[in-house]
């Protein structure tokens, strides 16, 4: 009978998260979230703050790293959201979080070295304590972020992956981030609002 | 909002439609994992990715030089075999030899935890008889994690009495290695961590083929599914010649039709394709057989339990039989080897283990009523069940009142199986092993099952050997237990006790490409050594090592490091910095 009583209590609050999905398209631990400012030293020395991008709509935010096999798939797809959407006041910005002490490979001077030889059209920033990927939960690398100004507030619209497919970017069926982001800017609901991020696990020091 | 939502569920419907249509299409060519032969060895753990389902995203996976699973590692009896790993995965993991007898400080269980960007460095010299083994993570907690990603390998050992038997062993040809397990996938193509897979892979391949030749045809299948127990068998129902057990080959191959293999377990068997050329057959898991008290029996379809492949008769491998090779292998040998088995009168001790359901283990207060516990305790890493005198022949009795049967796995030693509720083992398993099923009770009446092993070779105080169910599940949830075989040389004197850690001194330092260890007191052995950097990332961890020709450091990058060694005898240690240039 306990066990009985569990099951109903918890398919009842499947439902009523369910039904705060249809209601407001995103999960209430993502609108929890408060998206704080931040300022992060990018790859050309210098420091990055959203508040850098006055005419910013948006924010296509991605934490990735230099180590991962899954992460080292994305660059070049980067780059083309970058071109595509910073033009229309969405840029992309990529952050590097993962604990350096076990990835030396993600240290500050190798993602310089990265961000020149494969032409980085973005900034990548060093996180090095962690803390913006903290607050936006980032759980893998690559995990992608849209974020939107609303009341003068940064709000996730769409967390997970970039897209479907890593290895093979002409077999991708569903752009999850520029699906999100065009459906932004034509004032249109995310309809997929979001996915697992799939990638290597983004460890936390403390 | 709700049309939108409609739609998304359509969406992801066709998907699973589209999918399932792609399944049934077609095989894919059966996957033969790399091998590596000699006795330097380098593995390196990474994570990686893999097309495993055909179409759409990749998945995530542990590799070991590669994109899943890892070399398949050959050794000779007698050779001594030493090993670099490197852990480049973003855990903490170990590497555990299933199987292998060496000492417990190189034995890659829970307490020779290798963190992430490290070299651990094992060895030791190989023992083993020919037969089937393999290495896998066992870091507790994680085993499920790890082994569910893809991470792990086969080892075959040779020996002079098997090479002299007329025997396939053309590696892919006519000796075939079969890692049976079984996955469940989320909709982005991933892995779920989940004892029962819904889709059976074999060597990390879905819908798995291979062309196998007219001929005799040897395969080395190994159980490393997380839970699921696989009864092997034909499509044709046709008879095959079992050639070992774990730990070795048999007496004489014995001929059956369908064989349980159960979780951490290994086979060699042997099939006859002779004057079959042009046919196709499968290799099939016959579990409607099961009973619901052995993994993959039960017949739920959802809950945490649940997969489509529960008590299902279902495919693992589709063979077509292809040309002869030259040079053939056209009769299974009538007899083996000769085993001197282990006889019950010569045990000193009968040690009493049990198994049972978790109900009424208050510390720590743990579960629920269907997990299962060794000896009425969950497994704590600090505590030493057993102290076994070294050379000790014992008598492991274990006695279930579990409702569930339990691969139960010991390491060190490979055991004689003594009976199984009264009664002697078939000819199968009368050779030597490392896993043995301990069935559910039936009714009220308690299962018992008995084996023989002596622990010989290798004391060691410190470091533990475990033992365990072998359903990754239940090990991470506490089924585990450890003992260690100490010697009385071994053992630390009362008088020893207060001694001071031995002194050391390192030179040249600065230091370039070797690094020699000089000690105050010659008779001094090093049993671990671990170099750590500035700040505190362990780089090596060596077991034992070996210091007469200096310590390798030439992959060093300059700078800081520190070398903490720990005394043999007193086990104290001692931290010394040198500089790298």
Redesign the interface.
């Known amino acids: 009978m306990k066990l009985l009583k569990k099951i109903s209590i918890l398919s009842l609050s499947i439902l009523l998260i369910s039904n705060y999905?249809?209601?407001n398209?995103y999960s209430i631990k993502k609108n929890n979230i408060e998206i704080k400012n931040f300022s992060l030293k990018n790859t050309d020395g210098k420091y990055i703050s959203l508040t850098d991008f006055k005419d910013a709509k948006g924010f296509i935010i991605v934490f990735t790293c230099n180590h991962?096999?899954?992460a080292k798939l994305y660059p070049t797809r980067f780059n083309e959201l970058n071109s595509k959407y910073k033009p229309l006041g969405i840029p992309l910005i990529a952050i590097s979080s993962t604990d350096t002490?076990?990835?030396?490979e993600d240290t500050y001077s190798k993602m310089v070295s990265k961000a020149l030889n494969e032409k980085f059209n973005f900034p990548y920033l060093f996180d090095v304590e962690q803390l913006v990927a903290k607050n936006f939960n980032a759980q893998k690398t690559p995990h992608a972020f849209v974020i939107w100004k609303e009341n003068e507030k940064w709000v996730i619209k769409y967390s997970g992956?970039i897209d479907?497919?890593?290895?093979?970017p002409k077999?991708v069926?569903i752009h999850f981030v520029g699906d999100a982001v065009s459906a932004l800017l034509n004032k249109k609901?995310v309809?997929?609002s979001e996915?697992?991020s799939?990638?290597?696990?983004i460890?936390f020091r403390k | 909002m709700k049309n939108i939502n409609l739609k998304t569920l359509t969406s992801l419907f066709s998907i699973l439609v589209l999918s399932y249509t792609i399944k049934a299409q077609s095989y894919n060519t059966l996957w033969i994992p790399d091998t590596l032969r000699g006795t330097n060895f380098n593995l390196a753990l990474k994570d990686t990715f893999a097309q495993i389902v055909t179409t759409g995203n990749q998945t995530i996976t542990g590799g070991i030089n590669g994109k899943i699973w890892g070399p398949t590692l050959f050794f000779n009896k007698g050779d001594s075999v030493h090993f670099n790993v490197h852990n480049y995965l973003n855990d903490s993991t170990t590497i555990h030899w299933h199987g292998m007898h060496l000492p417990a400080v190189m034995d890659g269980g829970p307490h020779q935890v290798i963190p992430p960007g490290t070299i651990w460095k094992p060895y030791w010299k190989v023992t083993n008889n020919a037969a089937t083994y393999w290495y896998h993570p066992h870091l507790h907690e994680m085993t499920e994690k790890q082994i569910t990603s893809g991470l792990g390998g086969l080892i075959i050992v040779r020996d002079n009495v098997e090479s002299a038997l007329a025997l396939p062993r053309k590696y892919s040809v006519d000796d075939i290695p079969l890692v049976l397990t079984d996955r469940k996938f989320t909709s982005l193509n991933q892995f779920s961590i989940a004892p029962y897979g819904d889709s059976m892979l074999v060597n990390g391949t879905l819908r798995a083929q291979y062309n196998v030749p007219a001929q005799v045809v040897r395969f080395r299948i190994l159980n490393g599914a997380i839970e699921r127990s696989y009864n092997i068998g034909f499509s044709d129902n046709r008879n095959f010649s079992v050639i070992t057990s774990d730990g070795g080959l048999l007496n004489a191959p014995v001929s059956v039709n369908r064989y349980i293999l159960h979780a951490g377990e290994r086979i060699e068997i042997l099939v006859s394709f002779v004057g079959q050329l042009g046919q196709s057959y499968d290799l099939k898991a016959f579990n409607t057989a099961l009973t619901n008290s052995i993994a993959g029996g039960e017949t739920f379809t959802t809950g945490p339990f649940g997969s489509f492949l529960n008590h299902k008769d279902f495919t693992m491998l589709h063979v077509n039989v292809v040309a002869q090779t030259s040079s053939p292998i056209l009769t299974i040998p009538s007899t083996l080897t000769t085993n001197t088995l282990l006889s019950a009168g010569s045990a000193v001790i009968t040690r009493s283990l049990t198994i049972s359901d978790s109900t009424g283990v208050t510390n720590p207060v743990i579960l629920g009523p269907n997990a299962f516990v060794l000896n009425h305790k969950l497994f704590n890493i600090n505590y030493i069940n057993y102290t076994v005198p070294l050379n000790n022949t014992e008598i492991w009795q274990i006695t279930s009142s579990s409702g569930f049967g339990h691969p139960f796995h010991i390491h060190d030693v490979e055991f004689n199986i003594l009976s199984v509720n009264g009664v002697a083992p078939t000819a199968a398993q009368a050779g030597w092993k490392d896993v043995v099923f301990i069935p559910a009770k039936t009714g009220p009446t308690n299962s018992v099952v008995k084996f023989i092993a002596k622990f010989d070779d290798f004391a060691d105080a410190t470091h533990p050997f475990m033992f365990h169910c072998h359903i990754a599940l239940h090990e991470d949830e506490g089924m585990m237990g450890q003992f260690v075989v100490t010697s009385t040389n071994t053992a630390i004197g009362i008088n020893e006790k207060t001694k001071d850690p031995k002194d050391f001194f390192l030179y040249p330092n600065p230091a370039n490409d070797k690094l020699y260890i000089s000690f105050v007191d010659p008779s001094m052995v090093a049993y671990y050594i671990r170099i750590t950097n500035s700040v505190g990332k362990t780089i090596y961890m060596l077991p034992r090592p070996e210091l007469s020709n200096g310590l390798d450091i030439s992959s060093l990058s300059s700078g800081i490091y520190f070398i903490q060694l720990t005394d043999e005898k007193t086990k104290l240690t001692t931290t010394k910095k040198f500089i790298k240039e």
Request: glycine share 10%.
């Open positions: 999905f249809i209601i398209g991962c096999p899954f002490i076990m990835y030396e992956a479907d497919n890593g290895a093979e077999k069926q609901p309809e997929i996915t697992k799939i990638g290597c696990q460890y």
